[in-house]
Each structure stands twice: as C-alpha cells, then as structure tokens.
C-alpha cells in the first residue's frame, strides 16, 4: 500500500500526519499554527481607511479591497501548500488525504499545485484538528 499523508486543518492550526500502508496509525509529520487568523480585523488593519476625494463637496475613504482575515487564511492555505508541494517533491507520499472545513478546502484547493492535487485522494470537509488521532482514525475513509 501508498504512502499516505492526512492534512488536518482550519485557518489557524494544522496537523500533517504519515499513514503507512494497510496500518491504522498516524504518525505526526509536522503541526503548523497561524495565530494571525485567530486575530480580530481591527488588530490585523495597522490604520484606518485611507482618504480619498469624494465627488462634489462630499468625502468619501477608501475601504480595504479584501477581509483581513480571509487574507490571513489565505496566507496559512499557501503555506500549507508550499509544505505540501515540498513533501511531493522529497518523495515523502504518494497520496494525500485533506480534512478541513469547507471554506477553508477551497482555499487550499486554490493554492495546491496541479501535481500535488493530482495525489489528493480523498477529501473530507470537516474540522477535526480537535479530535485525537484514535478519533480521527475512525473518521478517515
């Protein structure tokens, strides 16, 4: 049997676990944290919105283009790839199981290269980064 990782994450923490073969153990690869996206808007925006000329005698401010937060999930998606893509390349899987909410499978699913997602065998849109491995082995497929 393959070689297989378990990516289990949200937008804050995730754990990347190694499952050899027909064995159910996990061995834990890495755990990466992203505090920021535990952050509230207000303590990731340095300022407030900038000035920019209305029309007529009115003002008007420029908002920010995009949700602080979602960026910050963004960023931990990314790196979560970048982890991913290295492991392919290293040899250190053949397949790949991705456990996470929905919302942030998507971003993962944006950020993943083609190679990599072409080893992504199952996917599971649940949050169990707070289950214990005995629990989350008996949610795998």
């Given at each position: 049997?393959?070689?297989?990782?378990?990516?289990?994450?949200?937008?804050?923490?995730?754990?990347i676990y190694?499952?050899?073969?027909i064995?159910?153990?996990?061995?834990?690869?890495?755990?990466?944290?992203?505090?920021?996206?535990?952050?509230?808007?207000?303590?990731?925006?340095?300022?407030?919105?900038?000035?920019?000329?209305?029309?007529?005698?009115?003002?008007g401010?420029?908002?920010?283009?995009?949700?602080?937060?979602?960026n910050?999930?963004l960023?931990?998606?990314?790196?979560?790839?970048?982890?991913?893509n290295?492991?392919?390349?290293?040899?250190?899987?053949?397949?790949?199981?991705?456990?996470?909410?929905?919302?942030?499978?998507?971003l993962?699913?944006?950020?993943?290269?083609?190679?990599?997602?072409?080893?992504?065998?199952?996917?599971?849109?649940?949050?169990?980064?707070?289950?214990?491995?005995?629990?989350?082995?008996?949610?795998?497929?």
């Amino acid at each position: 049997m393959a070689k297989t990782w378990i990516l289990v994450a949200n937008a804050c923490q995730a754990r990347i676990y190694s499952r050899n073969g027909i064995r159910q153990e996990l061995a834990l690869v890495k755990e990466m944290m992203h505090p920021e996206s535990r952050m509230k808007n207000s303590e990731l925006v340095s300022d407030r919105a900038g000035y920019m000329p209305g029309v007529g005698n009115g003002h008007g401010s420029k908002q920010p283009p995009s949700d602080p937060k979602q960026n910050e999930a963004l960023h931990f998606a990314q790196e979560l790839a970048q982890t991913l893509n290295q492991g392919r390349c290293s040899q250190q899987f053949e397949r790949i199981i991705l456990v996470a909410p929905p919302a942030f499978m998507g971003l993962l699913g944006e950020k993943i290269d083609v190679q990599t997602a072409k080893l992504v065998t199952e996917k599971l849109g649940k949050d169990y980064t707070q289950s214990t491995e005995k629990e989350l082995v008996g949610h795998l497929p």
